[in-house]
């Protein structure tokens, strides 16, 4: 016991001075370091707006339309009493992450982006702070599509960095001109602003109320899939719309780039009520992209005979790859088209469906190439 | 005098941490794109290593046995932060460079490892002449590391372009480059020392 107190108490002592002489340099150090902080903030700030000679703070009253973009600050530039322009600092994901000084004139357009921190991999993603990147943005017009291989230059070897700043940039320019078109009667934009998608997959309960609005889903046992080994059923679903069959939901689970479920609707007719992703672990940026509705949504209307073959590793397909994400498409095209297919013939076999064409042909389904 | 002198060469060669004990490297591979953060890693490092062998070797029959290590923590972890704090006032461009690194300066194996194995049992004027020693040992090697590294990966030396884009290798910038370079030094560092061995004989 009379140790335990006394060590306890040699242990406390060195803490408390510890603490002491921590809080001394603290309390020297703390207004150097702000103020070291602001001057370099200011003075990136006046290489942006070099005519430019008071900076007021409105961070507080900017933010970032959503997403995982963030503004660190705001500050609008004058000369004399002439408003100028705005610069957002904003923080958003790129390879790993970059925080950019994003400046824009009352003209709508974007003076030299700064870079003030950037953690992507060296010698790659950090070129993007390099001038034959970044320097792209200079003079350009907020409201240009910012579009990778359209009006603006990639990275070979860097091409989610250059994405992720070029959409930086985008947001926090937007927003900007935006502030200083709402507060100081700047220039107004045109057109909508870039929205911000946030992809992810849905609920069942959702997808399913998705694809089938308003409708009764009754679980059903014994569906199964007798065509392809590779490609789970995990549950499904008879639809009903009142005392009539509207169709089937399949929830099926199979080989994409890493792994993806999808919810699949097949109506009596042999045609896609609607296809959901419900969950997925492929890349994000690029199979994650899966869950855009302009991708899922090409599926809608198929008739579940249609050959489900991605363009372009099967030339005279009907369903157009998601780009950068072919593994992907292939397996999620294979997904629908088995479970479309045993949805069908569920149909057919039991609720008096139409049964398959005559003329069905053998599955064939896209091959997925083994990872090199 | 002699005993001090041998405490201070010590570190630079013979017993150098990164070189011959290999320890503290993942912040010597890390830092070392540029020589400006070779020398500031150094320096802060050094004085982290100095500060703490000074002071655990000044109260070295004030800390039981039994809490030793946690003491050590204490001790170390405040100098550390106050570089933390220094460097972001009077150096926020550097300290900037260095990100994570300065703050890691706590957990770096060689300050443990001196001031466990050195300066809880010796004097402080010896604990000055070891720390001394290894913090050079330590900034020499890092220096050298990142100057190759600097030259041949952006090609330039403290920032000045001294080599045309066309011959640089961003190879040396990235970590494989790191892990190449260290390499090599430790080759060179161990012929070095046979050399002197050889000639200072059984020494």
Not at chain 1, 20 to 30: D, F, K, N, P, R
Not at chain 1, 351 to 357: D, I, L, M, Q, S
Request: proline letters at 4%.
């Amino acid at each position: 016991m009379k140790t335990m107190l006394k060590l306890s108490f040699v242990m406390g002592v060195y803490a408390a001075v510890a603490c002491l002489a921590l809080a001394g340099v603290y309390l020297l150090t703390a207004p150097r370091i702000a103020a070291a902080e602001n001057r370099a903030v200011n003075e990136t700030l006046s290489v942006i707006f070099p005519d430019a000679d008071n900076f007021k703070d409105v961070s507080g009253s900017v933010t970032s339309p959503g997403g995982q973009i963030v503004f660190d600050g705001a500050y609008v530039a004058y000369t004399g009493s002439e408003v100028v322009g705005m610069v957002i600092r904003a923080t958003g994901p790129t390879y790993k992450s970059s925080t950019l000084l994003v400046g824009v004139d009352t003209k709508r357009t974007l003076k030299p982006v700064q870079f003030m921190a950037n953690t992507d991999t060296p010698g790659l993603g950090t070129k993007t702070a390099e001038p034959a990147f970044s320097g792209q943005f200079t003079g350009k017009a907020i409201d240009d599509a910012f579009s990778l291989g359209d009006d603006l230059d990639n990275i070979s070897g860097a091409t989610i960095s250059s994405r992720g700043v070029a959409e930086i940039v985008k947001i926090a320019s937007w927003s900007a001109g935006d502030y200083l078109a709402r507060e100081h009667g700047s220039l107004a934009g045109t057109g909508d602003g870039p929205k911000i998608v946030e992809l992810a997959p849905m609920e069942a309960q959702k997808a399913l109320e998705d694809i089938f609005p308003g409708s009764e889903f009754v679980p059903i046992e014994n569906l199964a899939n007798t065509l392809e080994r590779s490609i789970v059923f995990d549950r499904s679903w008879l639809v009903r719309s009142g005392d009539t069959v509207v169709g089937v939901a399949i929830e099926a689970r199979g080989q994409t780039y890493k792994a993806t479920t999808a919810i699949v609707g097949v109506t009596p007719d042999r045609i896609l009520a609607g296809v959901r992703i419900t969950e997925t672990t492929d890349t994000k940026n690029y199979g994650w992209n899966m869950n855009d509705p302009s991708f899922y949504g090409l599926f809608t209307g198929m008739s579940a005979d249609a050959p489900f073959l991605v363009r372009p590793t099967s030339a005279d397909g009907d369903i157009d790859a998601l780009s950068g994400a072919t593994v992907s498409s292939l397996g999620f095209a294979n997904i629908v088209k088995v479970a479309s297919l045993e949805g069908a013939r569920y149909l057919a076999d039991n609720e008096g469906g139409k049964p398959a064409p005559a003329s069905a042909q053998e599955l064939v389904l896209n091959v997925i190439p083994d990872e090199q | 005098m002699k005993k001090y002198l041998s405490y201070f060469t010590n570190g630079i060669l013979r017993e150098n941490p990164l070189l011959m004990l290999m320890i503290g490297l993942c912040s010597a591979l890390a830092v070392t794109t540029s020589l400006a953060n070779g020398i500031g890693m150094g320096i802060a490092m050094t004085f982290v290593l100095l500060m703490s062998e000074i002071i655990i070797s000044a109260f070295r029959s004030l800390i039981p046995q039994s809490i030793r290590i946690p003491v050590f923590i204490i001790v170390i972890a405040a100098f550390t932060t106050i570089v933390d704090l220094v460097m972001k006032a009077f150096t926020p461009e550097l300290s900037k460079a260095m990100g994570v690194f300065i703050p890691l300066i706590v957990v770096n194996c060689i300050i443990m490892g001196r001031v466990e194995s050195f300066s809880y049992k010796r004097t402080i004027t010896e604990s000055i002449a070891d720390a001394l020693g290894m913090g050079l040992g330590y900034t020499w090697v890092l220096c050298s590391i990142s100057f190759i590294r600097e030259l041949l990966g952006a090609g330039t030396i403290l920032g000045m372009e001294v080599l045309p884009e066309s011959i640089r290798m961003g190879f040396f910038a990235q970590s494989p480059g790191g892990f190449f370079v260290f390499g090599l030094m430790i080759a060179v560092a161990l012929a070095a020392k046979k050399a002197l061995e050889r000639k200072g004989g059984s020494r």
